[in-house]
């Protein structure tokens, strides 16, 4: 029997409630591992984060979370127009390149899956390109929401197409984004 030696990584997490937000949070030491969608468990968290981090070690812990929590509200209130946190994304180099290029989509503005392929000259990698941002860890912190269909049409989004709405909304302005009938043209 072989015994695993390596040590666990402590996995601090916290749910941040704030208006109708509802956001599954956790970090490592080294920086901000998941964001997830108002409608997700813990355990989603958990397998997710796991996945990555075999062995995690969690511990909610609101205190070490308090940056990122401050930063996301702030987002959220329309204080902020981006993030300056460090974050621990554990992916392939493809994956890691699409996340970066994801982050440098400008506020308020939306790009195509092929618009983001041919930014990490990777042209013919549309599809790739989805399944990395499929897997991307920090919604909102890395701006996936950004990113819509060819024709401009609203596309899958690991927080449900009424959040990616609500956030686009948020980031044009809108003050009612339930309301709006495509966000994207408006």
């Known amino acids: 029997m072989k015994v695993n030696h390596e040590p666990s990584t402590p996995v601090y997490w916290m749910l941040l409630e704030q208006e109708e937000w509802r956001l599954h949070l956790a970090a490592t030491e080294a920086g901000l591992a998941y964001v997830g969608s108002q409608d997700k468990s813990f355990e989603e968290m958990e397998e ?3 996945r990555r981090l075999p062995r995690a070690e969690w511990i909610r812990d609101e205190d070490k979370l308090r940056p990122y929590a401050a930063a996301i509200s702030a987002y959220l209130r329309g204080e902020t127009r981006g993030f300056d946190l460090p974050h621990d994304f554990r992916g392939t180099p493809f994956q890691l390149a699409v996340w970066r ?6 506020y308020g503005q939306t790009l195509s899956y092929s618009d983001i392929a ?7 990698a549309v599809r790739a390109v989805g399944a990395a941002i499929g897997a991307n860890p920090a919604l909102i912190t890395v701006p996936c929401h950004r990113v819509i269909g060819k024709g401009g049409a609203l596309t899958g989004y690991r927080g449900g197409l009424a959040m990616k709405t609500r956030l686009l909304a948020l980031e044009r302005g809108r003050a009612d984004a339930g309301r709006e009938r495509n966000p994207v043209h408006a």
Do not use: F, Q, T, W
């Not at 290029?101 to 400008?106: D, I, K, Q, S, T």
């Not at 041919?118 to 013919?124: D, L, N, Q, T, V």
């Open 101 to 106: 290029a994801l982050c440098e989509v400008p």
């Open 48 to 50: 997710a984060v796991s």
């Open 118 to 124: 041919h930014r990490i000259g990777k042209p013919a």
